[in-house]
């Protein structure tokens, strides 16, 4: 349906110029809405009857809701059929996502329109969205939310032009100045006498505290007053009330009209996401992506498009954990392993250290020697020497790791780093090992790498970092090799680190992103990202959430992981 007009009738005016009461109406596609009041003046029952209007005119093809809800009081309208998405602010990140959904709206909404404004778009108009903001103070007086004010602003310019129309409700004039000129359409209940000044410029006499009756100036002419008068002047009216969508009337209506339709919903997330509420969140559009095996499982959900986001290990090969302890590390591993540890195609190398935090509930779940080779301290092996004269000697687990990747993974006999054999670095002079690599690959093995001795500076870590991963990346994707760094500490060296970093195609961080990279981040993946921007775009995190960096296609989300069950 192409909208030239989107007019609501919210009450009655009295205008004593003309001498006539006419019907309080505005133009959604002309105005953006303000409305200051006073607590319990009738705030909002404004956004109610708004949006109860909207039901009732409207179709999910044509009009989109969002709501952003610092007063509490708006959470009966989540699962109305043209309500996208109702967010209080019991987490950050909601409040980012709502400013995200508008901003990438109003792009969308530039290229469809083809450089024209929304009413003479004609066939191009695409979908309208109201943005609801219940309480704008609230916002306005964190701190946390100044990253967002910059882009409430661009809404409020740009963003009717384009189909785009924001109704506030504020309990007061502070902070309001720079916005006020975005808003045609204002209206003030139950005010001190200098508020209404701030707002229209113009002195008015308070009218009382009675539930939505105040001031408001006019900017649409109802169709039945033909004389003239000043419309910027502010005219006292009064408010209907909103009707109650719990009313039978109300809800019969809503199944006639919209039957099982919708818009399309962005759901709040609990604060732990379970695999059995995973399919409430996921969209219709995004089933396929439930779907998974030992190649492709879910592990989160993208807060911003609310789709489920999968690790497909056909394609990515070599993966780093980073985050801050307690914060989820080891649950994200065993959801990265689910579904390997119930494929026997599938062997493990665990590279644990004295901690053992990857024996209970991950390694331990295969048997050692079964599919399953775990290292975690030193240990004597029996080793020979040319002669093929047999002794015992303490290897640390690097060592032992090495070691174990040579005789089974990559013959390093004939390596060298600045003409001198690496095995006769590591392990000494005169110390032969024999190695099956190039007699038999063995293919379908997952390396899950814990320990702290990959990030010492000590020779064979270097040699890992420098020659060993890269040569095993490599080959990755022929042998569908798989390598987890499941908590990557600092690496001192830079040349490891730029190895090390150069061999990741995805890293996860558990941790607020940019505190992390104002940190850490040039030591790590995450070294080229903007720490301005990044607390911009990205709030803090809450515990299960974090974020997926895919260095090949340079794209950064924020996810809210599943949390596995605990054994």
């Known amino acids: 349906m192409i909208k030239e007009k989107m ?33 319990m003046s009738g705030k909002t029952n404004l956004i109610k009857l708004l949006v109860t209007i909207l039901h009732k005119k409207y179709r999910e093809t044509d009009e989109q809701i969002f709501i952003l809800d610092f007063g509490g009081s708006l959470a009966d309208f989540e699962n109305l059929p043209l309500v996208a998405a109702y967010f209080d602010n019991a987490n950050e990140e909601y409040v980012k996502r709502v400013f995200k959904l508008a901003e990438d709206q109003l792009k969308e909404n530039i290229i469809a329109l083809k450089g024209k404004n929304y009413v003479s778009g004609g066939e191009n108009q695409p979908i309208h969205t109201t ?37 506030v409700t504020a309990g007061s004039t502070k902070g309001l100045t720079s916005y006020m000129n975005s808003f045609k359409q204002k209206i003030a209940l139950d005010l001190p006498a200098d508020s209404y000044t701030d707002i229209f410029n113009h002195k008015i006499i308070p009218v009382g505290d009675n539930q939505g009756h105040g001031y408001a100036n006019v900017t649409v002419i109802p169709p039945d007053i033909k004389s003239t008068f000043p419309i910027q002047t502010a005219y006292e009216m009064q408010l209907h009330k909103s009707d109650d969508i719990y009313s039978e009337t109300f809800t019969d209506k809503l199944k006639h009209y919209f039957e099982s339709r919708s818009v399309r919903k962005y759901k709040r997330f609990p604060n732990t996401l379970t695999e059995k509420e995973l399919s409430y969140f996921v969209d219709q559009n995004d089933a396929e992506n439930t779907v998974h095996s030992s190649d492709t499982i879910p592990i989160g959900l993208d807060y911003t498009e609310c789709k489920t986001y999968k690790m497909d290990f056909k394609s990515t090969k070599v993966i780093a954990i980073y985050g801050k302890k307690e914060f989820g590390k080891t649950n994200l591993l065993k959801r990265l392993l689910k579904n390997m540890f119930e494929d026997e195609r599938y062997n493990f190398i665990f590279f ?55 005789e089974y993974y990559m013959d390093l006999s004939d390596v060298k780093r600045m003409g001198s054999s690496i095995l006769k670095e590591i392990f000494g002079t005169g110390v032969v090992i024999d190695s099956e690599a190039g007699l038999e690959v063995r293919k379908n093995t997952v390396f899950v790498l814990q320990s702290k001795f990959l990030y010492v500076h000590s020779f064979a870590a270097k040699i890992f970092m420098e020659i060993i991963l ?30 090390f970093n150069s061999s990741i195609e995805t890293a996860f961080l558990l941790d607020n992103i940019a505190e992390f990279v104002s940190e850490r981040g040039s030591k790590s993946v995450f070294g080229n990202m903007d720490v301005k921007s990044l607390k911009e775009e990205y709030a803090r995190c809450e515990i299960g959430d974090g974020y997926v960096y895919s260095i090949e296609k340079d794209e950064l989300k924020k996810l809210k992981f599943i949390k596995e069950d605990e054994v």
């Not at 080793?383 to 093929?388: E, F, L, Q, S």
């Not at 022929?478 to 690496?491: Q, R, T, Y």
């Open 7 to 39: 007019l609501c009738i919210l009450g009655r005016h009295d205008i004593p110029t003309i001498q006539e009461q006419p019907l309080f109406m505005v133009d959604l596609l002309q105005s953006n809405i303000m409305l200051v009041g006073s607590a």
């Open 131 to 167: 943005l609801f903001i219940d309480n704008i103070n609230a916002f306005l007086d964190e701190p946390r939310y100044y990253a967002y004010q910059e882009k409430l602003a661009k809404l409020c310019r740009d963003g009717l032009s384009k189909g785009i129309t924001l109704v």
């Open 352 to 406: 644990d250290d004295g901690r053992e935090q990857l024996k209970k509930g991950i390694a331990d779940k295969i048997p050692i020697g079964i599919r399953n080779t775990y290292i975690n301290g030193y240990s004597d092996v029996v080793m020979k020497n040319k002669t093929g004269v047999e002794s015992s000697v303490k290897l640390s687990p690097i060592q032992l790791f090495i070691k174990h990747i040579h």
């Open 470 to 499: 890269p040569s095993l990346a490599a080959r990755a994707e022929e042998n569908n090799w798989i390598f987890i760094f499941s908590d990557v500490k600092n690496i001192s060296d830079s040349d490891d680190r730029e190895y």
